[in-house]
């Protein structure tokens, strides 16, 4: 009876040991995910709000500038996500920030990070870039 005991011990050791390995390597994983997601976030809304609110730049200026702080940051950063594909769009209104990348482990998973900022006071920017007035003069 003594033998029996002593395998069975044996046994749930073999089913247990790797299946605790597995989640300590998917935890890992996860919460490498979850600190990219959060940085890509955190990166976007702060390049994004530091870029927007210079008013002497045209878009394309605001545009440049916003990506390549962005990409800096992300440089710095990122853990997991290889090379992230950033693309930012600004209007006299609003800058809208894409984010997509994924790893190297688990491909299958991507972050994809988009966040709209919109300007404080949108009058005085439209009042300033002439926006307005460009768009009435075609229509009239």
């Not at 009876?1 to 749930?12: A, I, P, T, Y």
């Not at 890509?40 to 609110?53: D, F, M, N, R, V």
């Not at 916003?66 to 992230?84: A, G, M, V």
């Amino acid at each position: 009876m003594h033998v029996r005991e002593k395998g069975r011990f044996v046994l749930e050791a073999a089913y247990l040991v790797p299946g605790i390995c597995i989640l300590l390597v998917f935890l890992v994983y996860f919460t490498l995910y979850a600190h990219d997601y959060a940085v890509c976030t955190h990166a976007a809304l702060e390049s994004g709000t530091k870029g927007i609110y210079q008013s002497d730049r045209t878009a394309t200026q605001e545009q440049t500038a916003i990506k390549t702080d962005l990409e800096k940051k992300l440089d710095e950063r990122l853990l997991w996500i290889d090379d992230p594909e950033v693309v930012v769009s600004v209007s006299p209104l609003r800058a809208s920030i894409c984010i997509v990348g994924s790893g190297r482990f688990l491909t299958t998973y991507s972050i994809e990070v988009n966040r709209t900022l919109y300007r404080v006071n949108p009058c005085d920017t439209l009042r300033t870039t002439r926006w307005l007035m460009n768009t009435a003069g075609e229509e009239g």
